[in-house]
């Protein structure tokens, strides 16, 4: 095909907004859509490529396959291996383990699967990834893989219409992508089904590009200045919450579109196809291939801004070098001829797969850190300690859902996150004392509000869906007629991050205005809805996070416990959250006091850790604070 400059400058426009966007630029909230320009791109060149071989006669999977091969793989490979002794001696032995499980998953093209079941693309944790990124070329190589058959078919049923076929597989991923973000976001973020659409958009550029070409200068320019308009824009205006398939995410795909449509003599293609693009643009793979572990890496150590500038030149260092010494060879057949191709590419991902298999069969070598796996195999906190069966089976709940007794009727029940499952231990043995059977029932991320919903959670990767999981039964329990009293707990800082969305399902509470007045209301709707069916209500007072993430690197530093308990310290509370309770209390609602727990932090009583992580305590200090709280009395609560 005929080489447009310009291509190489929109591969720029990509790629700059995806660095600086996991670089921690904030004001490039939208920068990692510069994923579905590569996408739209991809679906236009290889249709073009691909159409041309086929009306010439030239068309071959195997030769097709060797292309993807010599372009995808020598600087692939390169980056899994180069990793690797990084991730060794950086990673804590849980991250490790994910690593050779995302490294076999490259092997395999599979790492879009991988990473859609094991976290999001934006949840906090993602530093500790570095093939993170690897998930958009695993949906291009699965394209890759299918839609040559497409075209194959096509060529021998010439009669049916291209843009037809290209058209119609393209409306059905936009389908399943509206279908899935509802029911899995994760899956319709990752996935090929739901992201075939934009590399369809692509594809149909293909068809029709020869057609818009020749198009008048006028129109030309009015498609390139506004598609690149658009495309700027959304690197602003789009954050993590309005992803695929949203209007959000067509603006920088049909922005695309029209940059791709003006023709080369227009003012956005000219200033596309000016030499700073270009030669970003023809280094794109390898600063997209080298920018997620070197960030990841290096912001292990440091977030610094000026760490983070060091980092941004070492990244484009690295990729030069790549293009330069790998990816340019390794595309002439002169280097490598093309019968040694595929066999060195089968071989090479074999090895790569073997690694990343090794690597999480051995658990990440936890040996490695005798005094970190000791301690946290020690605290482990297991899927037993949110849900037992017998809960489970009478409520249906596979979330949290713990009950004292499961052969007598509940008598009291904490709802909330994983902020009230922490206490239930405690809580459930101390009322159990007084002949009562507590019952817990919440979600985790999901606050104890009544009909209301959260958006996506930027912590937990996806959208956590509160109100389909628990809401229904906040209602029911908090009217059962066997319950008498109430107990609500959540983390002090959910509810006031601005960065989640709270939605108000009767349209009563606004929680992007006045944040601080709108938890209070959505706290007190279900404070007065226990009450209104006569239960009386408590607020288990949320303890202070703190620095056990800097115990875990001093422990990961092969520093014992005795040292490294100096550098664990409660961090303050949020004063938002002070202010809550205090207004709370006008409500009649008693406020359960918890911060004499903190007064031999980080131990209990009994010399165990109170916390097994930064916000939540441990089962020695959920009984410690449970014994040991002041429970109203019946007659007391109800006065």
Known sequence: MKYRAEIDGLRALAVIPVILFHAGFEQLSGGFVGVDVFFVISGYLITTILIEDIEKK???????????????????????????????????????????????????????????LTGGYFAEYVTAKPLLHTWSLSVEEQFYIAFPLVLLFWSRFPQIKLKLIIASLSIASFICAIILIEIHPRIAFFSLPTRAWELGVGALLATTQISWQNRSSLHGNLFGLFGSGMLVASYFIIDADNRIPSIGVILP????????????????????????????????????????????????????????????????????????YIETPFRNKKFLQDPYTLPLSIFTLTLIGFIGFFVSSNHGFSERFPYYTNYKLKHAWGAENNADESCIKRYGNDKYCLLTNPNSDVTDI????????????????????????????????????????????????????????????YLELLSSESVQHVYIAFAQETMFDEKLDFIDMRGEIDFSLDRQNAVLQGILRTVRYAQVNGKSVSLLLDLPDNTHLDFLQCLLKGK???????????????????????????????????????QMFPFTDEGAYLYRDGTHISLKGSRFIGLNIQIPTERSSRQ
């Not at 010599?70 to 980056?79: D, H, Q």
């Not at 994910?98 to 790492?111: E, I, P, Q, R």
Request: one cysteine or more; proline letters at 3%; glycine letters at 6%.
């Open 58 to 116: 030239k068309f071959s999977i195997i030769k097709f396959y060797q292309r993807r091969a010599r372009r995808i793989l020598p600087a692939l490979s390169l980056v899994c291996f180069t990793t690797l002794p990084f991730s060794f001696y950086l990673l804590d032995p849980e991250s490790f383990t994910d690593y050779g499980k995302s490294l076999t998953s490259v092997s395999l093209f599979l790492s879009n699967v991988y990473f859609a």
């Open 560 to 598: 014992s416990e005795d040292v490294c308990i100096n550098v664990w310290k409660l961090e303050k509370v949020s004063a938002k959250y002070i202010q809550l309770v205090t207004s709370l209390k006008a409500f009649n609602i008693d406020i359960i006091d918890t911060s004499f727990a903190l």
């Open 253 to 324: 795909v049909l922005g695309t579109a029209l940059i791709i449509l003006a023709p080369s003599s227009s003012v956005s293609s000219r200033l596309l196809a000016s030499r700073p693009l270009v030669f970003v643009g023809l280094i794109s793979y390898s600063l997209y291939l080298w920018h997620q572990p070197v960030l990841s890496f290096g912001h292990l150590i440091s977030d610094s801004v000026s760490v983070t500038v060091l980092l941004l030149l070492m990244i484009i260092a690295l990729s030069f070098l790549t293009w330069k």
């Open 414 to 473: 904490l709802i909330g996150d994983s902020h009230a499952n922490h206490f239930y231990y405690g809580l459930s043995e101390r009322l159990s004392l007084d002949g009562r059977n507590l019952l817990m029932i919440g979600a985790g991320g999901c606050p104890p509000l009544i009909d209301i919903d959260m958006g996506y959670n930027y912590k937990h990767g996806t959208r956590l869906r509160c109100l389909a999981r628990v809401n229904s039964q």
